[in-house]
């Protein structure tokens, strides 16, 4: 038996959706992009959706939107994707890192609030495996210090927690839909936000800080554009946005298939001792299925489950841990970070989507089961 560690759930109704796009002359972003950010803006219940070409371009466009830049710091976790960070970089500010809540993963409020400083700028969490970060607290701290809030929601586009959804109280949510995530069209992303000024300065950064995109130089008779802002080419086209559009309507079902996933995994490790869930809240997007194991088994486990044809992952490895991040880090002084090192060297993902089927899930707990057996400590 091999189990893929993801596999997608584009169908037949999506495709669909590609081919009237490909029949058509028109490609790049227009009126389907346009469709797309509206459906989505509905479905997340924020007033503006700017469609982009990845999460990363949502990031480091809503921080360089907002002003935030040269020796301005953002504080965020470096239990995450590297692109969290490297979009601050981007942008040209300094990713400050603070350290996690050791159950969940999530970023640690305290120690946001510690770390702020005079050039803080803004806070910018991380929804981990689709469990919302306590946006309460950090918005609270971000009044406090006149802060801008920014949500890497990259894992959670469906998720909730206390009430609250991504992009209900920050300033501007990011999300992706990258070939594993949630919601996907290989590569693509978007920024959506309440604040029309915002959306409109990325929907401007997103194509070269022009005035007309190409379908307003596409309809009606010939007008000159003018470049405004010096932008970037971060803009979605109409190919990729055509994909996402069926596939919204599915997400909620998508998320109760892979709760009920989540919860025959949690229910067949419970008796193992050596095997810790991370602690996941209220409403949860489901996005990735990880456990916690002993570091010195961590690798053996991962290598075992490859040569069982289980495909598995490791997210993350606390970022800071890597090599480029390292030499960066060791010039602006890392603030302690032992919790993330500690649960990056301890994470393993395994095969996670709305059809795996029960067989393939207990057939994955059995081999963890017996590889934890068979690596003495
Ligand atoms: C996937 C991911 C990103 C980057 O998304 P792209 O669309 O590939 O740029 C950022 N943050 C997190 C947490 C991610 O998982």
Known sequence: MRIEFYRHSINEDDIRETKKVLRSIFLTTGKVCTNFEDIFSSYTNINHTVALSSCTAAIQLALQALEIGKDCEVITTPMTFIATSTAILHAGAVPVLVDID???GLIDPNKVEEAVTSRTKAILPVHLYGSMADMISLKKIADKHNLYLIEDAAHCIEGERDGVRPGHLSDAVCYSFYATKNLTCGEGGALSTNNKALAERVRSLRLHGMNKE?????????????????????????????????????????????????????????????????VIYDKPAYHLFTIQVP???????????????????VNYRAIHTLTWFQKYFKKSNCNELRKSEDFGAKTVSLPFYPDLKPVEISH?????????????F
């Open 295 to 313: 570091k010195s088994k961590r690798d053996p486990l991962l290598n075992f489950l490859g040569h069982n044809n289980i495909g598995c992952a």
């Open 102 to 104: 050791k159950d969940s």
């Open 214 to 278: 190409a379908a307003d130089r596409y309809t009606g008779t010939y007008q000159h554009w003018d470049m405004l802002d010096l932008g970037w080419k971060y803009n979605l086209d109409d190919i990729h946005a055509s994909l996402l559009i069926k596939q919204i309507e599915r997400l909620d079902e998508n998320l109760e298939k892979r709760k009920i996933v989540y919860q025959q995994y949690a229910e067949l490790f419970n008796d193992l001792s050596e095997v810790r869930l991370p």
């Open 364 to 376: 994955i707990v059995t081999t963890v089961k017996n590889s934890l057996n068979s690596i003495p």
